[in-house]
């Protein structure tokens, strides 16, 4: 059944992308004849009722910019039934009749849950700098977030190599190593840490030492945040090697900063892939990318699944080291 009236939200933790997805949803459903709404703040603002009515205008001079103009926000109160049952029925009173989520796991999870009590159709973006979520190969933000810590890693690696330091990057990634690896493999690390493979820290820092002995004037170690803690494996780093060592934690930068070109293009595509699905009755779909093409994945395979850290890659970042 071809809906009158859609909404869009992003939820989770921002990424560059964002807008230009939700952008492309907004100005490809007003192209189809169909009324969108914009949802504030994610899932505390649906319960609020915090949504406006967009037009072409309302996503003007956004494809450029990073974080998320619709905001986000955390809900303790999405998490139970009454809360989900308000949020539903603030939905049906503007009457929204399809939903468009651009955000992670969690966010996707969400709406799944929206769907299964309700009934309410639901189209997935895949939007998370972790880069974690199954099914797709490419998720909104994560190259941003790639190219700015490589870009802080050519940085860190300048004062390294003046001073002989060792330099320890902490990089986002609870669960997932895929920025850490991707960005310590394209930044020349000697030793990445994630989450999902084991290290041995004593056999690390004895060849740290060899490395200095022969004469290498620094070395750069990438760590997800979900590894270890950088600040505590710099103290044990420099205790072992007796080595200068210095820890530099990015943060909150790597969420930041104007989409990349990929970003931009990719989001726009899948904006557009989403806001067509719902529309024409299409639901419980998550659209991402496999081999460079769009392809719909399952929403509920995407959020009960876990992506694995392609193999290929810690083999790469072994040989390469």
Known sequence: ???????????????????????????????????????????????????????????????????????????????????????????????IEGLVIIGGDGSLTGGSMLSKEFGLPIVGLPG?????????????????????????????????????RIMIVEVMGHKSGWLA?????????EYILVPEVKYDLDSMCHELVEMYEKGKRYSIIVVAEGACSAIGLGKVVEQQTNIDTRVSVLGYIQRGGSPTVED??????????????????????VFGFDMGKVVSINLFDAVNNKKTLDPELVRLARVLA
């Open 1 to 95: 059944m071809i809906k009158k009236a859609i909404a869009v939200m992003t939820s989770g933790g921002d990424s560059p992308g964002m807008n230009a997805a939700a952008r492309a949803v907004v100005r490809t459903a007003l192209y189809e004849g169909v009324e969108v709404w914009g949802i504030h703040n994610g899932y505390r603002g649906m319960i609020k009722d915090d949504m406006e009515k967009l037009t072409r205008f309302s996503v003007s001079d956004m494809i450029q910019r990073g974080g998320t103009f619709l905001g986000t926000a955390r809900s303790s109160e999405f998490k139970t039934p009454e809360g989900r049952k308000k949020a539903f029925d603030n939905l049906r009173s503007h009457g």
């Open 128 to 164: 998370t700098i972790d880069n974690d979520v199954w099914g797709t190969d490419y998720t909104i933000g994560a190259d941003t977030a790639a190219n700015t810590i490589v870009d802080a890693l050519n940085k860190l690696r300048d004062t390294a190599s003046a001073h002989r």
């Open 181 to 189: 690896m991707m960005t310590g493999i394209a930044g020349g690390a």
């Open 264 to 285: 931009r293009m990719k989001a726009s595509m899948l904006g557009e892939k989403a806001a067509l699905a719902i529309i024409s009755g299409i639901s419980n779909v």
